[in-house]
């Protein structure tokens, strides 16, 4: 959000939605209801001139595939912009997870569900890095 | 390969790897103090190991191919992406590693965890073996683009 940063916790519940994000680029966030368990954070997600709410379908995109190969990933997102002209969107999902080989095979199968998931725009404006939780 | 290259991009990411684990020859609280540098080390390296490996793979059918000097980086980057698509693992998997490298090497403030250098370090390898198994079609495909990409860098 222009000049300031929204952090929210989601548990249990529903999936979050665009709209529940947009609510949140609005600082509304009073107005989102349900959660959904892991942890999503969502740090200046469209910046001034960007189409938030085009970030925001990716990330509601992104964490419905996470949560569906991995248990509680938890999101941070944040716009990139080092060129002025350019700027990219970057999704960080950690996921509490202990064994370096199985995560590695997990991570082979989030990789190949978000590449069939996001369109050419989505894929090439946000980059989604996957790693283990500390 | 070229005959005078003497360095293989793939030994980059056993060392990448090997400065995640502690050895018998390093004091325990020496090398636990510089875990920072060496997961950092660790995430830059896996990411030069691919670049190097893919510009390797070009040298290896064009020994005196002009990779540009300036914005190799970008410029391969987006010739993988033409050649491959913008979905394959490839080119996804240099973009995830572009910024983690640029992360490690660059911001003084943040952390690389042990963990998270680990998995770089297993998607730098996954991408090696991803290069490895380019035919020469791609490559040559590769090539074309990072002169095509090249070229347009320079007009603009």
């Known amino acids: 959000v222009p000049g300031g940063d929204i952090f929210f916790t989601v548990a249990a519940g529903r999936v979050v939605t665009p709209h529940d994000i947009q609510d949140l680029l609005t600082a509304r966030a009073e107005t989102l209801g349900a959660h959904r368990y892991g942890e999503l954070t969502l740090v200046n ?17 992104v964490f419905a595939i996470a949560s ?9 997102s944040s716009v990139i912009q080092d060129d002025p002209d350019d700027s990219y969107l970057r999704v960080s999902i950690a996921v509490p997870h202990e064994d370096r080989a199985s995560f ?22 946000a980059i989604v890095i996957v790693t283990r939780a500390d | 390969v070229p005959t005078e290259a003497v360095l293989d991009p793939a030994s980059i990411a056993t060392v990448a790897d090997n400065l995640l684990r502690f050895t018998d020859d390093i004091a325990v609280d020496e090398w636990a103090e ?14 030069y190991s691919v670049l190097l490996a893919v510009k390797r793979r070009v040298l290896a059918l064009d020994p005196d191919f002009d990779f540009p000097t300036r914005g190799v980086h970008g410029t391969v980057r987006i010739a993988v992406g033409r050649s491959l698509g913008e979905r394959s693992f490839l080119f996804q998997s240099l973009r995830i590693l572009w910024d983690a490298r640029v992360h490690a090497d660059y911001d003084l403030v943040g952390t690389v965890s042990l963990k998270s250098a680990e998995d770089y370090v297993d998607r730098a390898l996954d991408a ?11 490559v040559r495909k590769i090539a ?13």
């Open chain 1, 45 to 61: 997600v469209g910046g001034e001139g960007e189409d938030a709410s085009g970030d925001a379908e990716i990330l509601q995109t």
């Open chain 1, 68 to 76: 569906d190969v991995f248990d509680n990933p938890g999101i941070e």
């Open chain 1, 104 to 125: 590695r095979q997990r991570r082979r199968e989030f990789d190949l569900a978000i590449s069939r998931s996001l369109t050419d725009e989505q894929l090439n404006r």
């Open chain 2, 34 to 47: 510089c875990e920072q540098a060496r997961t950092r080390s660790a995430a830059s390296r896996g990411y």
């Open chain 2, 128 to 138: 090696l073996s991803g290069v490895g198994g380019l035919t020469d079609a791609d």
């Open chain 2, 144 to 156: 074309q683009k990072i002169l095509a990409v090249k070229v347009e860098r320079e007009r603009s």
